[in-house]
Nanobody, 123 residues
Framework: QVQLVESGGGSVQAGGSLRLSCAATGNTYSPYCMGWFRQATGKQREWVSSISTARYTYYADSVKGRFIISKDNAKNTLYLQMNSLKPEDTAMYSC?????????????????WGQGTQVTVSS
């Protein structure tokens, strides 16, 4: 099993940037498909981005060109750099991981979830 803890959320004005981090502990020796989801109040949870074991990256159309997912295996940390933020990016952002590493870009079901970190973008 792996435990995920997010940090880096906060409040920012539209057009600003934030970088989210997700620290993984536990069985970090196994490879994982990892990613980010978000859920705004009153809305369905939305997949944001994923990164494969080979570092291929995938993005939802709503964030493509603005968000960058990356990972530092030495630090067991996943990142989400969010630029040109919009009020519609306001949500709770959760880090996810799954040991089923195939078809990472199409995976929407993940075994491991963090508690989430809140991002609020004001206009």
């Amino acid at each position: 099993q792996v435990q995920l803890v997010e940090s880096g959320g906060g409040s920012v004005q539209a057009g600003g940037s934030l970088r989210l981090s997700c620290a993984a502990t536990g069985n970090t020796y196994s490879p994982y498909c990892m990613g980010w989801f978000r859920q705004a109040t009153g809305k369905q949870r939305e997949w944001v981005s994923s990164i494969s074991t080979a570092r291929y990256t995938y993005y939802a159309d709503s964030v493509k060109g603005r968000f960058i997912i990356s990972k530092d295996n030495a630090k067991n940390t996943l990142y989400l750099q969010m630029n040109s933020l919009k009020p519609e990016d306001t949500a709770m952002y959760s880090c996810v991981a799954d040991s089923r590493t195939w078809a990472c870009g199409n995976r929407r079901s993940f075994d491991y979830w963090g508690q989430g970190t809140q991002v609020t973008v004001s206009s």
